[in-house]
């Protein structure tokens, strides 16, 4: 039987998937000092992510919130993992691929063979099951969702979800390993989207429904959360941010998942993610990015 990895075992960390999660994550694992190998299908993925990360950090020396030495130091600690035995001597990877389960499955299918019987092994995803996934691997006992929010280097939690077969050294070394990279973690049980998409996708998807039913435009269901709820963004600014694909495919997983009619994705969602609106990463969702300033699309 393999042995235990305890948090001070810790070291080298692998990240699968170079988009925005994944940057982020290697972002925040490389500043807490752990060497991080960044391994995506795509090359070119990579490049883009480590030219994203050397620019946000630069930003936080700016900001004051790290010193030059520590970006550079940081930056050093990161190094592109071109195919996945690049991450045989890792002791921890992060999987942050796409939210399709059949993706992240056959990524398991090619990893575990080259990974070390004792690393652990955690998932980024947001509203998948965890032990729905731990099963297709060769190490359900050492699987666990840890799940980051966006943006990661700015977001101070991190949820915890243990699946059914998870043991308790990978839980209590996956928790001490989030306390390093200085997040707070919320421990939550594995029921579709967790604890913060749970609620924050259906306060999305309903805010949608009132813009679909005519309740409000655009400008003001977003100015009355702003002004009436204090929050920082308004929702369909927010849904943009995210991306309509995400809030609609987490929106799917819960009315699956929890076969209740409160979950039913808005029909205008799934006409937004049919056009290609998909918000801020396509220029244009609730809102139209491509002039100056973001103009409401309805």
């Not at 890792?90 to 691929?97: F, G, K, P, Q, R």
């Not at 059914?164 to 989207?193: C, R, W, Y």
Request: proline fraction near 5%.
């Amino acid at each position: 039987m393999a042995q235990d990895i305890r948090a001070q075992d810790i070291r080298k960390v692998g990240v699968i998937g170079a988009g925005q999660m994944g940057s982020g994550i290697a972002h925040v694992c490389a500043l807490a000092g752990f060497d991080v190998k960044l391994h995506d299908v795509s090359a070119d993925r990579v490049k883009q992510a480590l030219a994203t990360i050397n620019g946000n950090m630069a930003r936080q020396v700016a900001k004051k919130a790290i010193t030059e030495e520590q970006r550079q130091a940081g930056l050093a600690k990161i190094a592109p993992a071109d195919a996945m035995d690049a991450l045989a001597d890792v002791d921890l990877v992060i999987e942050s691929a796409v939210e399709k389960e059949d993706i992240k499955k056959k990524i398991y299918a090619d990893l575990c063979p080259v990974l070390r019987p004792e690393a652990i092994l955690a998932t980024n995803t947001s509203s998948l099951s965890i032990t729905r996934l731990a099963a297709a691997t060769d190490r359900p006992e050492k699987f666990i969702g840890i799940h980051f929010m966006n943006p990661v280097p700015l977001m101070e939690l991190v949820e915890i979800i243990r699946g059914i077969a998870t043991d308790d050294q990978t839980f209590e070394t996956s928790k001490a390993f989030v306390g390093k990279l200085h997040k707070t973690v919320a421990m939550a049980e594995d029921f579709p989207a967790f604890i913060v998409n749970r609620i924050l996708l259906p306060m999305i998807n309903e805010a949608i429904y009132t813009l679909y039913e005519g309740v409000g435009t655009v400008e003001a269901i977003d100015t009355a959360m702003k002004l009436g709820a204090h929050h920082p963004m308004g929702p369909l600014e927010l849904a943009d941010f995210i991306g309509l694909d995400t809030c609609l495919s987490v929106m799917q997983v819960l009315h699956e998942g929890l076969a209740d009619t409160k979950y039913r994705p808005c029909p205008l969602l799934v006409k937004y993610v049919e056009a290609g609106w998909l918000g801020r990463k396509t220029q244009r969702g609730f809102y139209d990015y491509r002039g100056e300033k973001p103009v409401p699309t309805r």
